[in-house]
């Protein structure tokens, strides 16, 4: 008689102890399924409802290796659900029928099926299946470690928590390639569990400042071409950090990098593509700074690919329907919140980014670290401008949602109040980056203009390199700040153009928020809203504009200067908007300074998520700008329209300025 | 080899069931996964099955009973019972039902009838040998020699 292993030492010995989750409505064959599986030495579990499958499978998408699902089920259908779960939860699914027709295996095949058996199964084909698992792995490891990452693939990690980890993330990346980086980081540091992307079983790390701050010099020390992961995670020397941990946060700063240097051409473009962009990208815009985040987002992709990772649920794409729908809906309400990860849904590790990403203030890694950095926020309000810059991509992420939801508020306020948003954003997350040595002011001023949405980006990334720099002055943030503020303002004006079309690029949304407040310093001159807010001091920024994203501390101006003159970052909608003049910009940290406009920029840890203001709910203070524009975005959901502040200006977004 | 008579009846029993075409392969499959952790694996899945079947049964005859034949319906309820049938090894019983949905396909009303009755007809004798088949195996008892009686 077989002996029956111990299942528990699945690293050294898997396919044993594989847990496989069958799914069939035939108790007999169920039954034998099950039966076969534990002859085989899997950890069976079974069900004879799809629906129930789906239910296991999404509370804890670590729980299982492998699907085997009938096709025919009287309560939904296999393919469905195999693609549900091929989506959701990325894990290798193989059909079982006892029809073997050519059509239905082909009909398996396109929708994602692995392998295709037909009944009645036999031992010997079930034997082998535990390869399709290693074979995911395997690619996905490949995908997401693809920046460069020299290690040795860890098919080790067979462990269920690695494996299951491993495979969504795999899959995600290959179903979404730009995700797949996202996704995996998103995994490995969202400490945000509550929502369905909780996936990973290990506790995630969380990129506070100070670890991002350490990723940075590690990375800066080894140059940017030669860090690899191993080399970082050594001279970090942190403990309880994985190399996995490392080459997905990397993977996210590189992607930072390349927006940023493609916000600061973009800046200008930023302006005008507010208008256009999606409502992704408008949000964007009306960042500032942070618009060009999203222009980056959005046409690049890179945004959406740290976007898409966490939004599978599309959550992003809800940012993006605002177009029109101006932040009052607060459409993607959900998504402004970036906190409230429940939009999400499965963004919340999307959000969790965001919200790192809003603290852009806090320290020049803030920006960095908007990656999913959501403790980033609070920090950030410490004025690391700088950093932020530099995180900016990652934040785009998390803050594309909620600028969508912005853009579609933005959207309606008219592109007006986009610039403002736009540039609030950036400016914000200029803020951080006194450090943004590489602010190009210049750069981001004529990307803004330009700025399609993406180039506003472009801008960013122009600053963010400087965000290693980011320490430091203020001064420089302020120009950095600048730099983006033009790009805000730029973006903004693009914006409310960007706000429609971008309909993709939800995810960027967010982030341009954060750049404009930098932009919003630039804008300044450009935008007269925000010029006078970002003028004002690009601390205003620093609170995230009430963009719907959270506008991380995108740019801590001058600490806590906000911009005076801030233009209320108008938080169209959800969006938060610089508000003008708040006080200059809207306050970065938390304290309430709030920009009393900020429109409701929810603040949500730290980033500013700008919420679709309904008019002008005023955000309360207390979040710091941000919190404030979200809350006050929250509120404003019941009064789409104008800002009762001033309208799009100011919508009491409290911009928080990530300063 | 010296058998327990019980045991020789036995094997002559199962034999029977495949030559004479009740059961295949599949079957052999399911003796084989029964061992000691699972001892009467095969009976369970049997009876199982019985259960199974016999509500799909009921099914398709309250279809046939309303006319028109809704094929569809017919077709899907007999694909569920194909799939169980063969999971168990019933070979006769899996046959007649593929020709019943080659039937239904073609929306053959008369041809789905008298199969169907085929098919019945094929599953009770099923039924009726794998009963008499377990019965023996219990008397019979478990692998270890069972005592002689005196």
Same mark, same amino acid.
């Given at each position: 008689m077989r002996v029956e292993r111990v299942i528990s030492d699945e690293n050294d010995s898997f396919p044993v102890g594989m847990r496989v989750l069958a799914v069939d409505d035939d108790p007999t064959c169920l039954l034998l399924l099950e039966t076969l599986l534990t002859k085989c030495k899997y950890n069976v579990t079974t069900t004879s409802q799809a629906i129930t499958a789906l239910k296991m499978l999404r509370e804890n998408k670590n729980k299982f290796d492998l699907v085997i699902s009938d096709v025919h089920m009287p309560d939904m259908d296999g393919f469905k659900l195999l693609e549900l779960v091929g989506l959701e939860m990325d894990l290798p699914v193989i059909m079982l029928s006892a029809n073997g027709d050519t059509k239905l295996v082909m009909k398996g095949i396109t929708h994602g099926a692995c392998d295709y058996l037909l009944k009645p199964?036999?031992?010997?084909?079930?034997?082998?299946?535990?390869?399709?698992?290693?074979?995911?792995?395997?690619?996905?490891?490949?995908?997401?470690?693809?920046?460069?990452?020299?290690?040795?693939?860890?098919?080790?990690?067979?462990?269920?928590?690695?494996?299951?980890?491993?495979?969504?993330?795999?899959?995600?990346?290959?179903?979404?390639?730009?995700?797949?980086?996202?996704?995996?980081?998103?995994?490995?540091?969202?400490?945000?569990?509550?929502?369905?992307?909780?996936?990973?079983?290990?506790?995630?790390?969380?990129?506070?400042?100070?670890?991002?701050?350490?990723?940075?010099?590690?990375?800066?020390?080894?140059?940017?071409?030669?860090?690899?992961?191993?080399?970082?995670?050594?001279?970090?020397?942190?403990?309880?950090?994985?190399?996995?941990?490392?080459?997905?946060?990397?993977?996210?700063?590189?992607?930072?990098?390349k927006r940023i240097s493609c916000v600061a051409n973009q800046q200008a473009n930023m302006a005008a593509a507010l208008g256009s962009v999606d409502s992704t990208h408008l949000r964007m815009g009306t960042m500032n700074g942070f618009g060009n985040f999203h222009t980056l987002?959005?046409?690049?992709?890179?945004?959406?690919?740290?976007?898409?990772?966490?939004?599978?649920?599309?959550?992003?794409?809800?940012?993006?329907?605002?177009?029109?729908?101006?932040?009052?809906?607060?459409?993607?309400?959900?998504?402004?919140?970036?906190?409230?990860?429940?939009?999400?849904?499965?963004?919340?590790?999307?959000?969790?980014?965001?919200?790192?990403?809003?603290?852009?203030?806090?320290?020049?890694?803030?920006?960095l670290q908007g990656m999913p950095m959501s403790l980033e926020f609070d920090q950030l309000q410490n004025n690391r401008a700088a950093s932020h810059v530099g995180q900016f991509p990652s934040v785009d992420n998390t803050t594309v949602l909620p600028v969508s939801s912005i853009s579609g508020s933005l959207i309606d306020a008219g592109c007006s109040n986009s610039p403002l948003l736009g540039v609030t954003s950036n400016s914000l997350l200029l803020e951080g980056s006194s450090q943004l040595p590489t602010l190009h002011a210049s750069n981001l001023r004529d990307s803004?203009?330009?700025?399609?949405?993406?180039?506003?980006?472009?801008?960013?990334?122009?600053?963010?390199?400087?965000?290693?720099?980011?320490?430091?002055?203020?001064?420089?943030?302020?120009?950095?700040?600048?730099?983006?503020?033009?790009?805000?303002?730029?973006?903004?004006?693009s914006a409310p153009q960007d706000w429609n079309a971008p309909k993709k690029d939800a995810p960027y949304q967010s982030n341009v928020p954060s750049c404009s407040i930098n932009s919003l310093r630039a804008v300044n001159g450009d935008m007269a809203q925000l010029g006078q807010c970002l003028d004002q001091n690009n601390p205003i920024f620093n609170r995230n504009v009430g963009f719907d994203f959270v506008d991380p501390l995108s740019i801590k101006c001058s600490e806590g200067e906000n911009l005076a003159t801030e233009p209320s970052v108008i938080e169209k $909608?959800?969006? &938060?908007? =610089? /508000?003008?003049? !708040? @006080?200059?910009?809207? #306050? +970065?940290? %938390?304290? *309430?300074?709030?920009?009393?406009?900020?429109?409701?920029?929810?603040?949500? $840890?730290?980033? &500013?998520? =700008? /919420?679709?203001? !309904? @008019?002008?709910?005023? #955000? +309360?203070? %207390?979040? *710091?700008?941000?919190?404030?524009?979200?809350?006050?975005?929250?509120?404003?959901?019941?009064?789409?329209?104008?800002?009762?502040?001033?309208?799009?200006?100011?919508?009491?977004?409290?911009?928080?300025?990530?300063? | 080899m010296e058998r327990n008579p019980m045991r020789r009846q036995l094997a002559i029993m199962r034999q029977s069931l495949?030559?004479?075409?009740?059961?295949?392969?599949?079957?052999?499959?399911?003796?084989?996964?029964?061992?000691?952790?699972?001892?009467?694996?095969?009976?369970?899945?049997?009876?199982?099955?019985?259960?199974?079947?016999?509500?799909?049964?009921?099914?398709?005859?309250?279809?046939?009973?309303?006319?028109?034949?809704?094929?569809?319906?017919?077709?899907?309820?007999?694909?569920?019972?194909?799939g169980s049938s063969s999971s168990i090894g019933a070979k006769k019983v899996k046959a007649e039902s593929t020709l019943f949905r080659e039937y239904c396909k073609s929306g053959n009303g008369e041809g789905c009838m008298r199969s169907f009755q085929q098919l019945k007809k094929e599953y009770a004798t099923l039924r009726k040998k794998l009963g008499a088949y377990f019965q023996l195996a219990r008397q019979a008892g478990p692998v270890e020699t069972a005592s002689r009686p005196k």
């Open positions: 199964v036999r031992i010997e084909e079930l034997q082998n299946i535990w390869q399709h698992v290693i074979r995911r792995k395997k690619f996905d490891r490949k995908d997401r470690d693809g920046s460069g990452s020299q290690d040795k693939p860890y098919i080790d990690s067979s462990e269920a928590a690695g494996l299951g980890n491993v495979d969504q993330n795999g899959k995600f990346n290959k179903k979404r390639k730009d995700q797949n980086e996202d996704e995996d980081e998103e995994r490995d540091e969202n400490g945000h569990d509550n929502e369905d992307l909780s996936t990973q079983k290990k506790p995630r790390v969380v990129w506070s400042v100070e670890l991002h701050r350490k990723f940075v010099a590690a990375v800066n020390q080894l140059g940017i071409e030669k860090a690899v992961p191993k080399k970082i995670l050594e001279l970090m020397n942190v403990e309880n950090l994985t190399r996995e941990n490392v080459a997905s946060h990397l993977q996210k700063f590189r992607l930072y990098l987002a959005g046409p690049d992709q890179i945004h959406n690919a740290a976007f898409r990772s966490f939004q599978h649920s599309g959550v992003l794409r809800r940012l993006n329907t605002p177009a029109g729908v101006g932040i009052s809906g607060l459409p993607s309400s959900g998504l402004v919140q970036l906190s409230p990860v429940q939009n999400l849904g499965n963004t919340s590790t999307y959000q969790r980014k965001l919200q790192s990403f809003v603290i852009p203030g806090n320290h020049n890694a803030n920006i803004v203009s330009g700025f399609p949405n993406r180039s506003t980006l472009s801008d960013f990334t122009s600053i963010a390199p400087a965000s290693n720099q980011l320490h430091g002055s203020k001064a420089d943030i302020q120009d950095q700040a600048f730099p983006i503020s033009c790009n805000a303002g730029k973006i903004i004006s $909608e959800g969006y &938060l908007m =610089v /508000q003008p003049s !708040r @006080q200059g910009i809207y #306050i +970065p940290d %938390n304290e *309430g300074e709030n920009f009393a406009m900020e429109p409701s920029v929810i603040e949500k $840890e730290g980033y &500013l998520i =700008v /919420q679709p203001r !309904r @008019q002008g709910s005023y #955000i +309360p203070g %207390n979040l *710091g700008s941000l919190e404030d524009l979200a809350s006050a975005m929250t509120k404003q959901d019941h009064d789409k329209g104008k800002p009762t502040d001033g309208d799009f200006g100011y919508n009491d977004y409290s911009l928080r300025t990530c300063i | 495949f030559d004479q075409g009740h059961v295949d392969e599949q079957f052999v499959q399911l003796e084989e996964l029964q061992d000691d952790a699972n001892p009467n694996f095969v009976e369970e899945v049997v009876t199982l099955y019985y259960r199974d079947s016999a509500r799909i049964i009921l099914n398709i005859e309250q279809a046939l009973e309303r006319k028109p034949f809704d094929f569809r319906k017919l077709d899907a309820y007999m694909h569920q019972f194909k």
